[in-house]
Antibody, heavy 123, light 110 residues
Framework: EVQLVESGGGLVQPGRSLRLSCAASGFTFDDYAMHWVRQAPGKGLEWVSG????????GYADSVKGRFTISRDNAKNSLYLQMNSLRAEDMALYYC????????????????WGQGTLVTVSS | QSVLTQPPSVSEAPRQRVTISCSGSSSNIGNNAVNWYQQLPGKAPKLLIYYDDLLPSGVSDRFSGSKSGTSASLAISGLQSEDEADYYCAAWDDSLNGRVFGGGTKLTVL
């Protein structure tokens, strides 16, 4: 059974940093691209970032480009999101999502999602 | 303002059929595949349709997807109360070089 468990969320002041983690199990992690998708309270879904199986291809939403960094450790079956210079508008539930493909490209499709970790940005 | 446009809400009676539209442009739906996700209240999203009209294993065939030009649609037949959820379309956008979602449509089964 595919399982994605996010962690690392919490309350952080504007301008500070936070690192999210996603522990994957139940599938061969290094066979698939992975993504972060967020959802602000009461709002819709927003894709944040994606990474190919070998970290060779990476992409970011314009809203986080230059502030967030996605990475993965295939030996640890883990996905990460380093979030710097956090803003109030970054406050959201952050989901880790598995792709159906190994590639990060225009066909990216999220077939499994974690339950999310909540990031609250407030002074 | 979402890149992909969906109606905020739709409603229909049980056992009836409803469609949810998703409007985009040549840089997204017009040139790339569309996925649909279902999000039940308080739950993580679930993949419902991928590559415009394919059903993942385990998804009921009451759900179907279609695409024409720069618009896509999700149809749900034989509506049931458990279909009450938020539905999102998604596609790659060539101009933004990333994945974009519609704003979501809340389905109410009357």
């Amino acid at each position: 059974e595919v399982q994605l468990v996010e962690s690392g969320g919490g309350l952080v002041q504007p301008g500070r940093s936070l690192r999210l983690s996603c522990a994957a199990s139940g599938f061969t992690f290094d066979d698939y691209a992975m993504h972060w998708v967020r959802q602000a309270p009461g709002k819709g879904l927003e894709w944040v970032s994606g990474i190919s199986w070998n970290s060779g291809s990476i992409g970011y939403a314009d809203s986080v480009k230059g502030r967030f960094t996605i990475s993965r450790d295939n030996a640890k079956n883990s996905l990460y999101l380093q979030m710097n210079s956090l803003r109030a508008e970054d406050m959201a539930l952050y989901y880790c999502a598995k792709d159906i493909s190994s590639l990060f490209d225009s066909s990216s499709t999220f077939d499994y999602w974690g339950q999310g970790t909540l990031v609250t940005v407030s002074s | 303002q979402s890149v992909l446009t969906q109606p905020p809400s739709v409603s229909e009676a049980p056992r009836q059929r409803v469609t949810i539209s998703c409007s985009g442009s040549s840089s997204n739906i017009g040139n790339n595949a569309v996925n649909w996700y279902q999000q039940l209240p308080g739950k993580a999203p679930k993949l419902l349709i991928y590559y415009d009209d394919l059903l993942p294993s385990g998804v009921s065939d009451r759900f179907s997807g279609s695409k024409s030009g720069t618009s896509a649609s999700l149809a749900i037949s034989g509506l049931q109360s458990e279909d009450e959820a938020d539905y999102y379309c998604a596609a790659w956008d060539d101009s933004l070089n990333g994945r974009v979602f519609g704003g979501g449509t809340k389905l109410t089964v009357l």
